[in-house]
């Protein structure tokens, strides 16, 4: 499996994708610091962008990455290697480099502009760890949905709605129940539906750090409380390993009896 | 050798010196000492040995007096900060005559009561008093003024150690009091900083209000008054200002007053006031309001609070004129979609027109009032979706036709810069 990530790895990165998808977050970094000047301000912008832009572009990546090299898969298989270890070093090998380019792309404006000398130190840290994790679930999510689908279009459907599911049409329905319920305590509810998805527990950890004034009023301080300590930090990065364990269990039970 | 005339001038010149230091002791009135080895052992004595203009002088050291009465006309001096400990057995120092001054003392140890209002030092019905240079610690309430006016509260240190609500006292409290200047006061730790009732034409400059348990300046039925340059930070709930008329809020800072019901600031029923120059930073809620009218609001700086402004319904014709508001995450929040305020010039951060003409005003009108804030104002946990997508997806949508939210609710004439004001 490993030589397989390897390979994967090493294939992505001399393709130009991935120096495009690296470029793209350079820019974006040294755009926001140097035109804007106000770091909190940046990590504000840059958070919009990672819990949009990073599950659109894993999940978009991962399916083109996986219908592209169906011809080396089929070559693969016809080796004495493992299945399921053919697809996991893929996904593993996608997802690495994309979390790579997101890391460096984003990391190294911000190094050069002083991060380490700031307080914003830990909301950038958090910023990439999150970041880093949604590609990790959107990724494998793309590859379970390509497993399953032989055509292309119908893969590539399936994976846009599942990110606009995640994205935007969950929290339409999430909204759309609190308003409708409005009258029961909705604390509690409120939570584990934000734990469900993993895009809407990243922004919230996130903005627990930034917005912390808005948040705290009211019923804010519900929210505060439990993602302000360690225990809720700790199970929501819990629940944020358990969206990449999940899917990739998936991927390798559907790869273990994929033909083709 | 000198001649005659100019002996004669140095004599007249020592003569008019004797004759004005004469004068000058006769309109002072005698000086008392105060000491563990003068001849007025406690601040009482010394009290009770002077006459109205004398000067009572305690020296350094420590008094544990309480009931201190003082029926004169006189100046409390403290030499070199004594200390008075009041070892928690009550009021400390009561005045109870006219033109009374009360200058460089640490009155420490007020005793906490249930039923009446212990406070360090209290003026009763009496005008014309000066308390100033004074440093409580350990008290419950401070310097307490009831129905006295023309009087000067300067440059005190208050610092209590409150916990509870129901069982501290407030820094410094007026009480029916009129025309009294307080400034320079660093209050801290109590429950109110600076609380006022009744009280009208009182001016309230350069204090600094922080770390208190409810408000750090509660106004209450007070009319006509001014506070200007004053800080006010990380207050449990920030200032209030409740059933005047006619208040000046100027050039002052309402800083970090972060909680579950704080704001920077707090207006309930207030008529005719004017606020301008003033900054609100990083607070739940900027401003707070309740049926107000006629308030003005120009000059002002919002600058990353969660709401900058909630509009709680029945505020009418107030005008919001060249304020910035900056980073908030909601800038004005209403209830209803009933708008009879005014909004004009102001720079708003998210703003997002564009200026074709350059004149420095944008030229699409700017609707400060978001969808969602009208949604979090019916159903408060749908906070937890701030910033997502959908939620800018809906707000775009109210911006374009608006359906939930004040049709009139816009500024026309948003500017594309922040506004310079001149602080000094």
Not at chain 1, 133 to 162: C, P, Q, R
Not at chain 2, 168 to 194: A, F, H, K, P, T
Not at chain 2, 359 to 369: E, N, S
Request: glycine fraction near 6%; aromatic fraction near 14%; hydrophobic fraction near 45%.
């Amino acid at each position: 499996m490993l030589k397989i990530l390897k390979y994967s790895f090493y294939d992505l990165m001399r393709s130009r994708w991935s120096y495009v998808y690296f470029l793209f977050y350079l820019l974006l970094g040294v755009v926001l610091l140097f035109l804007n000047n106000d770091l909190s301000k940046a990590v504000i912008t840059l958070m919009n962008v990672i819990i949009i832009l990073v599950p659109l572009i894993g999940t978009i990546f991962g399916v083109m990455y996986y219908y592209n090299s169906r011809e080396f898969t089929e070559l693969l298989l016809a080796q004495p290697v493992k299945r399921s270890s053919i697809f996991l070093g893929q996904y593993f090998g996608v997802a690495t480099s994309l979390a790579m380019s997101l890391v460096i792309g984003l990391g190294l404006p911000f190094v050069f502009y002083g991060i380490f000398n700031s307080n914003a130190i830990w909301d950038f840290t958090l910023l990439l760890v999150t970041g880093g994790f949604l590609t990790f679930i959107f990724t494998a999510l793309a590859f379970v949905i390509a497993l399953s689908n032989e055509n292309k279009i119908k893969g590539f459907g399936y994976a846009i709605l599942l990110w606009l599911f995640m994205a935007v049409i969950y929290d339409g329905i999430f909204l759309m129940s609190l308003l409708y319920f409005e009258d029961y305590p909705l604390d509690k509810f409120s939570l584990i539906a934000t734990m469900l998805n993993p895009v809407d527990l990243s922004r919230v950890l996130i903005l627990l750090k930034l917005d912390i004034s808005a948040l705290l009023g009211y019923t804010g301080a519900v929210f505060q409380k439990f993602f302000g300590t360690s225990f809720g930090l700790l199970l929501s990065f819990a629940m944020l390993i358990v969206w990449v364990v999940v899917p990739t269990f998936f991927i390798w039970r559907i790869a273990k009896r994929k033909d083709f | 050798m000198p001649n005659f005339e100019t002996i004669l001038k140095k004599t007249l010149h020592i003569f008019t010196l004797v004759i004005l230091l004469f004068a000058t002791a006769a309109a002072m009135g005698k000086t008392i000492n105060v000491c563990s080895t003068c001849e007025a052992k406690t601040i009482q004595e010394g009290i009770n040995q002077a006459s109205d203009g004398d000067t009572v002088l305690v020296k350094k050291g420590i008094y544990k007096e309480v009931n201190i009465i003082v029926d004169k006309s006189i100046i409390l001096l403290g030499e070199n900060l004594p200390t008075i400990d009041g070892e928690d057995k009550g009021e400390i120092i009561k005045i109870v005559a006219d033109n009374v001054t009360v200058d460089g003392f640490k009155i420490i140890n007020v005793g906490t009561s249930y039923t009446s209002d212990y406070a360090a030092i209290r003026v009763i019905k009496k005008n014309g008093y000066l308390i100033q240079n004074l440093q409580l610690e350990k008290l419950f309430f401070g310097i307490y003024l009831e129905r006295s006016d023309n009087g000067k509260v300067l440059n005190n240190t208050i610092k209590g150690d409150a916990i509870n609500e129901y069982n501290s006292g407030n820094g410094i409290q007026l009480w029916y009091c009129n025309d009294v200047e307080v400034r320079g006061n660093d209050v801290q730790n109590v429950r109110d900083g600076i609380y006022l009732e009744f009280s009208d034409n009182i001016r309230i400059s350069h204090n600094l209000s922080r770390n208190n348990l409810r408000y750090g300046l509660h106004f209450m039925f007070s009319n006509n008054d001014i506070y200007e340059y004053n800080t006010f930070e990380n207050n449990g709930a920030g200032v209030a200002v409740m059933f005047s008329k006619f208040i000046e809020m100027k050039n002052n800072v309402f800083k970090e007053n972060w909680g579950t019901a704080a704001f920077g600031l707090l207006l309930k029923e207030i008529n005719d006031a004017t606020i301008s120059n003033n900054v609100f930073k990083e607070n739940t809620v900027g401003i707070n309001l309740e049926g107000s009218n006629r308030v003005t609001y120009h000059n002002n700086d919002f600058i990353s609070n969660g709401w900058a402004i909630k509009v709680r319904g029945a505020c009418y014709a107030n005008s919001f004129k060249e304020n910035n508001f900056l980073y908030n995450s909601f800038d004005i929040s209403y209830n209803s979609n009933i708008n009879d305020n005014e909004f004009d010039n102001n720079y708003w951060s998210n703003y997002t027109g564009y200026d074709l003409n350059k004149d420095g005003i944008g030229d699409v009108p700017y609707r400060p009032v978001k969808l969602f804030s009208y949604i979090v104002n019916r159903t408060p946990e749908t906070i937890i979706l701030l910033r997502s997508l959908f939620i800018d997806i809906i707000d775009f949508s109210e911006k374009v036709s608006p359906v939930f939210t004040p049709d009139n609710l816009v500024d026309e004439n948003p500017k594309m810069k922040p506004i310079k004001h001149d602080r000094s």
